[in-house]
């Protein structure tokens, strides 16, 4: 990795954004102590080609080992994966990781020399979070998980608990199920009040956290357990709560292993109608699939944001009739197909840039990044054991018949509209969609489509709610007054009272609806 500044580490550098400096990839294979691997023109680099490209000057530089463990799978194949080690599968913080003393060195890729870079550092382990009054930790192992990936493997959560829980040992509670990227804790939720001195968005962030306790405690507040899930996967800092051949059965295990674990230690109701589901962007995706995949278990979405629910409008790429997720189908005129914009629509980066990104971070979509997990989790298994792609990195060619498989497995637009008979009576009332129209990533456009659908609906109708925020951003989840930035702190304060009123509208007759309220 290369940077033209010192303002960090050449590994906090490295991004999408237009900040980026410079770095470069290779696979090195049984890497030992006083092993060597070999970085020069040929290696492929993010966001310049080769270092050929490199202009002569100062460089801050800095290299680290990403280190693979080797899986042997239940479906026969041994594959090589980042675990993720507590982290959340952060390439550049994960414990274990190699990496070396950022150097200042002049570079000038005329000149035939070798400069020696030597890996004199590793990332140290992450200590456990500590459960506080209201915020509790637990960990599983997945049995489900553990039998496809054939060593152990865990799930957990972050749980926050109801005001009131310990005073009230009969009670049993709705659950709030919040997806989320991987979390350390509760994020958002905080007993300290904020720092006279804070300025800037860090003021905003702690009185926005001291806000929700004391919302949290407040005597009207719905008493509801509310959980983060932390799932991370050797391709990305979480799973997608969904099925899938790469990654395994992450959607039962959630479902059928992880939630009754969560409901009975800590005296929820444990039944689908007692259950909701709210994220946004990844989560936004999590939680309306949840609801699909799991009509029974889950008792209605608050979706914001969501990633593409409908393929035709994956970002801006239609994967079953364009040619080239990188370019417009032109003969004469190929046009970058753009991957992120401002509320104003001006461009920051392209879809070729992320992916190339990725390619330099890891091959066989092992990146960690956002274009390799939907590749991981919608693509069926490569011959070698790994997703299958859904276009070539290097030349955005897309594989229709790839596309296919993820149409009938993941897009959720067609998913409904193909099974609407059966589906249909099970999701009444519990489709709500949120989405900025001027979303970073262009979001809204599949949820313009699935609107599309939703609206055509019948025997039943789908009785539930799409909504626009005008000129906003990506994550608007329903605020129409706030910046979204802001709205991301107060998910539980706006949607826990709405999702009590649904679950007692939709109780089942005898059901629990009075020891909770208190």
């Not at 609107?451 to 055509?456: N, P, Q, R």
């Not at 539980?492 to 509208?505: G, S, T, V, W």
Request: charged share 25%; glycine share 6%; net charge negative.
């Amino acid at each position: 990795m290369f940077s033209s500044n010192g303002s960090s580490e050449p590994r906090f550098q490295i991004s999408v954004s237009e900040k980026t400096q410079i770095a470069f990839g290779v696979d090195v294979e049984d890497f030992k102590p006083n092993d060597e691997a070999l970085f020069d023109a040929k290696v492929f680099g993010y966001p310049l080609k080769s270092m050929a490209e490199l202009p002569p000057g100062e460089y801050w530089v800095q290299a680290m080992l990403d280190r693979y463990e080797t899986f042997h799978r239940s479906d026969s194949h041994v594959v090589k994966l980042p675990m993720d080690r507590g982290e959340g599968r952060q390439w550049n913080l994960a414990p274990g990781n190699y990496y070396s003393t950022p150097r200042k060195i002049a570079i000038d890729p005329r000149k035939d020399e070798k400069i020696l870079i030597l890996l004199d550092k590793v990332i140290p382990p992450l200590p456990d979070p500590e459960d506080t009054r209201y915020i509790k930790h637990v960990k599983l192992q997945s049995q489900l998980l553990t039998k496809f990936w054939g060593r152990p493997f865990y799930i957990g959560a972050s749980v926050l608990l109801p005001e009131g829980y310990d005073e009230h040992p009969q009670a049993h509670f709705p659950l709030f199920i919040f997806h989320d990227h991987f979390s350390y804790d509760i994020s958002g939720f905080s007993e300290n009040p904020p720092d006279p001195e804070a300025k800037g968005r860090d003021k905003e962030v702690q009185e926005l956290g001291y806000q929700l306790y004391n919302d949290w405690r407040s005597p009207n507040f719905p008493r509801m357990v509310v959980i983060k899930i932390q799932h991370a996967t050797p391709y990305y800092d979480d799973s997608y709560a969904v099925n899938s051949a790469n990654l395994g059965p992450y959607g039962d295990a959630i479902t059928y292993e992880l939630i009754p674990f969560i409901e009975k230690k800590y005296h929820c109701i444990g039944q689908g109608w007692a259950r909701t589901l709210t994220g946004g962007s990844t989560g936004g995706w999590e939680a309306i699939a949840a609801q699909i995949f799991y009509p029974d278990e889950y008792n209605g979405c608050w979706s914001c944001a969501p990633d593409p629910i409908d393929f035709r409008a994956f970002e801006l790429v239609n994967i079953y009739e364009h040619k080239n997720a990188y370019y417009s189908d032109s003969e004469w005129k190929p046009t970058p197909r753009p991957a992120k914009r401002n509320e104003i629509g001006e461009i920051s980066s392209t879809i070729q840039q992320r992916n190339q990104l990725e390619l330099v971070l890891g091959t066989r979509g092992r990146s960690g990044e956002q274009w390799d997990i939907w590749q991981a989790v919608y693509s069926p298994v490569d011959q070698d054991g790994y997703p299958l792609p859904i276009w070539d990195k290097l030349t955005g060619v897309i594989d229709h018949t790839v596309a296919e498989y993820w149409k009938e497995h993941y897009d959720l637009r067609y998913i409904l509209e193909r099974d609407w008979k059966t589906l249909g009576p099970k999701l009444k009332g519990k489709i709500r969609i949120y989405v900025g129209d001027m979303d970073y990533f262009y979001l809204n456009n599949a949820v313009y489509l699935m609107e599309d659908f939703l609206k055509t609906t019948k025997d039943p109708y789908y009785d539930g709610n799409v909504e626009y925020g005008d000129r906003f951003g990506h994550c608007w989840s329903g605020d129409h007054v706030n910046s979204c930035f802001h709205a991301a702190f107060t998910y539980i304060q706006r949607f826990a009272p709405e999702m009590k009123k649904h679950i007692l509208k939709t109780a089942p007759p005898g059901a629990d609806t009075t020891s909770w309220q208190y």
